[in-house]
């Protein structure tokens, strides 16, 4: 762990050994207490948030992945459990960077990333600026662009978490909370598609059927939420399949540029050991398998919202990703044998 707090490097004489469990004992039994003096609701919403806290200080991407579970669920939380405020997720959110913020400060190495799109979010940022010359409501104009800002954090965020050695073995839990998050979403929209009864009649696709809409009790940003999420993970699919046939191509190029330097019992040998014996399809793989079924489940529940724009949203953002994509790997010519 590369968290704030290092107990590791404690030496054993420095604390006695009764120290720990005693405190341990003491949070314990004083979070009893207080969890007796709540509502149901209301000690799972402090207990998730204790959960939350300390899985931040130990990866500041845990608080973000907490945030984007939530924030889909500030309309349903309106309406089903009032109890709980609805604006939950942005204060996961703002606790996720203040922890990211002031890790940096206390170990004295925050500095501000300057990843290759940060120019270009900026100046997106500074012309939605004019649309707040003479707004009909000046506060909620302003709610709406501190949204960009908000943006902005978590790609400033993310980007820092996921730079160097350390960085690239984050690369899978990113993965793994937006394709969890995506796929709970999906889940739900095909539920309500098919086997949901009492929804409401303005989402009827027919008798039998209705639109998707997941927590976010409309079809539409319902759509957009998944369209984005299944762009990005067709993306992740298409590049394992990519490098799974360029190490195919890259085989058989090996083997034709020997071909004349092996003799026939060697070539027969050769000819007969396929690539795809060598190089297993990517299915075989778990990681991929999930990352598969993730991306399934999103296009389905995205069909299930019933959504041209929606639609219409993940097309767009399929070409985006396709123009994005690294090329790398690419596939060597063939040269002829001799």
């Not at 919403?45 to 991407?61: D, Q, R």
């Not at 957009?224 to 993306?235: C, R, S, W, Y």
């Amino acid at each position: 762990m590369d968290g704030i707090f290092r107990l590791g490097r404690l030496r054993h004489d420095t604390v006695p050994a009764w120290v720990l469990p005693a405190a341990l004992a003491l949070i314990g039994a004083a979070w009893g207490v207080l969890l007796t003096r709540l509502s149901l609701w209301e000690g799972l919403l402090l207990t998730a948030l204790a959960f939350i806290f300390v899985g931040s200080l130990w990866e500041p991407l845990v608080g973000v992945g907490a945030a984007l579970f939530l924030g889909p669920l500030q309309a349903w939380l309106r309406m089903e459990l009032p109890e709980i405020p609805a604006l939950i997720g942005q204060v996961v959110f703002v606790l996720a960077a203040a922890i990211w913020i002031g890790r940096g400060l206390l170990r004295r190495d925050f500095h501000i990333p300057l990843p290759p799109l940060l120019l270009p979010l900026l100046g997106f940022m500074a012309v939605t600026l004019l649309s707040l010359w003479q707004p009909a409501e000046v506060w909620m104009g302003l709610l709406e662009w501190g949204k960009w800002g908000q943006i902005l954090v978590v790609f400033l965020l993310v980007y820092d978490r996921l730079r160097g050695a350390q960085g690239r073995r984050r690369v899978f839990l990113v993965i793994a909370l937006l394709a969890g998050v995506a796929v709970f979403q999906a889940l739900i929209g095909l539920w309500q598609f098919g086997l949901a009864d009492d929804l409401p009649e303005h989402f009827a696709i027919d008798a039998r059927f209705y639109r998707a809409y997941g927590t976010f009790e409309q079809p539409n940003p319902y759509a957009g939420f998944l369209g984005l999420a299944g762009a990005l993970l067709a993306g992740l699919v298409a590049a394992a399949l990519w490098e799974w046939l360029t190490r195919i191509m890259n085989h058989e190029s090996r083997i034709i540029n020997h071909e004349s330097r092996i003799t026939s019992c060697e070539l027969r040998v050769a000819s007969c050991k396929s690539p795809f014996t060598n190089y297993r399809l990517p299915i075989t793989n778990y990681k991929f398998g999930l990352l598969l079924f993730a991306f399934v489940a999103v296009v389905a529940g995205l069909l299930a919202s019933w959504s041209r724009g929606g639609w219409m949203g993940f097309a767009a953002a399929l070409f985006v990703i396709a123009v994005m994509l690294p090329r790398r790997g690419g596939c060597p010519p063939r040269s002829p044998p001799g």
